[in-house]
C-alpha cells in the first residue's frame, strides 16, 4: 500500500519560515517525481515545486520561486519543503505527490495534506 504522510504544518506570521516533510513508502518511486501542490480554499490545487528523477536541480511555480526549497532524499523516499518569506497567500492545504514521469501529477500518488496558515 502506497504511503505518502506528510508533517510540519502549522501557523506562521508573514515573514516567517516553516518546513514540511514527506516520507513515501510502500513501493519503489525510481522514475517518479516527488513534489507539492497546495490547495486554497475557494481554488483549485495548484504545482508549488518538485524534484523529477535523475534530475537534482528542482523546479517551482512562478509564485514561490526564490522563497521555497524543495529538496529530496531518494535513499529515504522523502521530499521536503522549505519554505521563507511566507505571505498570507501561501495559506493553504499543501500535498505531496509522487508520480510516474511523463505522466500528470493528478494520476499520481497522493497525500492527505497538512494544513499552512500564514497570518498577516
Known amino acids: 500500500q502506497v504511503q505518502l504522510v506528510e508533517s510540519g504544518g502549522g501557523l506562521v506570521q508573514a515573514g516567517g519560515s516553516l518546513r514540511l516533510s514527506c516520507a513515501a513508502s510502500?513501493?519503489?518511486?525510481?522514475?517518479?517525481?516527488l513534489g507539492w501542490f497546495r490547495q486554497s480554499p475557494g481554488k483549485e490545487r495548484e504545482f508549488v515545486g518538485a524534484?523529477?528523477?535523475?534530475?537534482?536541480?528542482?523546479y517551482y511555480a512562478d509564485s514561490v520561486k526564490g522563497r521555497f526549497t524543495v529538496s529530496r532524499n531518494n535513499a529515504r523516499n522523502t521530499v521536503d519543503l522549505q519554505m521563507n518569506n511566507m505571505k498570507p497567500e501561501d495559506t493553504a492545504v499543501y500535498y505531496c505527490?509522487?508520480?510516474?514521469?511523463?505522466?500528470?501529477?493528478?494520476?499520481?500518488?497522493w497525500g492527505q495534506g497538512t494544513q499552512v496558515t500564514v497570518s498577516s
Open positions: 505527490v509522487a508520480w510516474f514521469r511523463q505522466t500528470s501529477a493528478h494520476e499520481g500518488y
Open positions: 510502500g513501493r519503489s518511486f525510481v522514475n517518479f517525481a
Open positions: 524534484v523529477a528523477w535523475g534530475v537534482p536541480q528542482p
